[in-house]
């Protein structure tokens, strides 16, 4: 049996969501379930059809409707929230910003006709390679406002994982910072981004850059501009355009099974009706709460629960620049304390990292304004749980545990955190309106097994940017939503994630793709070839394990070793670097020359390494055995 935490009474009472029959009356009418959801939402055309599922798995969403997402985060909200913070910023260095609703208007409407002037139009792209100030959100509510679209790059990523990016959503312009702040140090984006662009800058016309950090860039003459140049003479009085509820909002490039990221397209309507109600009844969001999440834009929970979903309900988001533990653990506890934060969304690596230091900065701060805690990115263990529980909820705040994707756009299995009872380590049933099986490999319904989701949902997904048939081969078998991950679905209907089920890793909540990581080793003249696994680990989830095969004649060494880790940290991002890096002089491979990574996974997981019949060189199991 497992542990059943109820949540508590008070928060019940209170709770946005308080009828478990709400189950029960998406479960007949989901399309009724939906159409509800979207008349939260202003609408300057209603729709036609809720759902349009003639061409599936394209699906479409309120069907001739006109919508635009950046209305409804921001001039909807005026008059009554006029004077309300939307955004609360503290900087890495201590410095503070808060920016009302009408300021936000403001600022976003600046930003938009600075893209127009700049010549933006309908349907462009826009990348914002940017950390997390707030002009980024800003940015990407400008975009919006005239229908153009963004693609927002992580920050910590390389100049030649940006230079992919850009190369694949060919943006008319780019936004970047001169530095980001980041445990003290500068992250040098300007100059990330001019070594991207001559790779990849084909399309690229213009470039603004946010001066942030103060240090030294080039302009390059008749492309760059400072952001303040730029929106000089640019007007406050920008409408956000009516488009279609199928307009694109944003690419958000993942990785997936192959070295090539995936651009993962969202849509205006669809996807706000989605992240709006998510955010409403998941995180219970109140006129009065001070909200923070985490999670940093440049991935898919920052858009989804930093941006679009909380700014739709009229919160007031807090964001932070910098570490969690810059300049000392204590930062995120004074933070909660300083701005009374009611509901705190993070990651379990966060939460694991916070734990092994025994839980005393948390402790040093008085917490008590805490009412909701939340969960996402990777599988939460139980005893972590139960620390983020206690420690730091104080025993009085329920802990949603959220599964989701870049892909789901939303939160898809969670609890109702005044509905259902909290399992420790069981992220809980299917969301309203969403159907999700676990199943076997001939697809029939089982209690272990893949993670499907059977029917469509608003936040889903349209497409990947440019490539419909990847779109089909990678998620769909028929109709049904495969999502890579496994899971375990208990008697009473409960979903335990158990992780990827592919050749994806998940560290410190990042996904990577093996072959990534793999294309970058090999991208070093000393390899010959490469395989990567993951390992368990007790902070990050998951650790990265490389083997690698040298080229003739180079010898192994420590210092290789350490090169080769910086090279892939160089090559993608420091959030890729391998954690260990072991010389092996083949890897297990099949007789057609694959390699058996299923092999390597179990050796290192310590498991049943299972059939080998297909295997050509049995040694080469025993090597990597003894390597790792
Ligand atoms: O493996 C699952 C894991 O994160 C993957 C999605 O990664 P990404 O697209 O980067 O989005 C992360 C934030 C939504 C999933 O396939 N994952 C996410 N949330 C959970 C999770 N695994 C277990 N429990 C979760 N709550």
Sequence with gaps: MWLKILPD??????????????????????????SEAAERLHWFRGWKEVLDSSRAPFYRWFTEGEINISYNCIDRHLGERSSKPALL??????????????????????????????????????????????ELPVSMLACARIGAVHSVVFGGFSPRALADRIQDAEPKVVVTQDGAFRRGKVVPLKQNLDEALEHAGGSVERVVVLERAGNEVEMKEHRDLTWREARRHCTAKVEAVPLDSEHPLFILYTSGTTGKPKGVLHVHGGYNVGVHLTASWVFDLKEEDVYWCTADIGWITGHSYVVYGPLSNGASVLMYEGAPDYPSPERWWEIIERYGVTVFYTAPTAIRFFMKLGGEPAKRHNLSSLRLLGSVGEPINPKAWLWYYEAVG????????TWWQTETGMVMITTLPGVDAMKPGCAGRPFPGVKAMVVDESMKPATRGELVITTPWPAMLRTLWRNEERYLKTYFRGEVYVTGDGARVDEEGDFWILGRVDDVLNVSGHRLGTAELESALVSHPSVAEAAVVGR?????????????????????????IQELRAHVAREISPIARPDEVYFVSRLPKTRSGKIMRRVMRAIEQGAEIGDLSTLEDVSAVEEVRRAG
């Design 9 to 34: 009474r008070e928060f019940v009472e209170n709770a946005n969501v308080r009828d478990a029959d709400v189950y029960e009356r998406a479960a007949s009418k989901p399309l009724e379930f939906w």
């Design 394 to 401: 104080g025993r009085r705040c329920p802990v949603v545990d």
């Design 89 to 134: 910023w503290e900087g890495e260095d201590g410095s503070r910003r808060v920016l009302s609703y009408s300021e936000l208007h403001r600022e976003v409407c600046i930003t938009a006709d600075m893209l127009r002037g700049l010549g933006v139009e309908r349907g462009d792209r826009v990348v914002l390679y940017m950390g997390m100030v707030p």
């Design 536 to 560: 368990e680990h007790e902070v990050k989830g998951q650790a990265i394990v490389a083997f690698v095969v040298l080229r003739d004649g180079i010898k192994p060494s420590e210092e290789l």
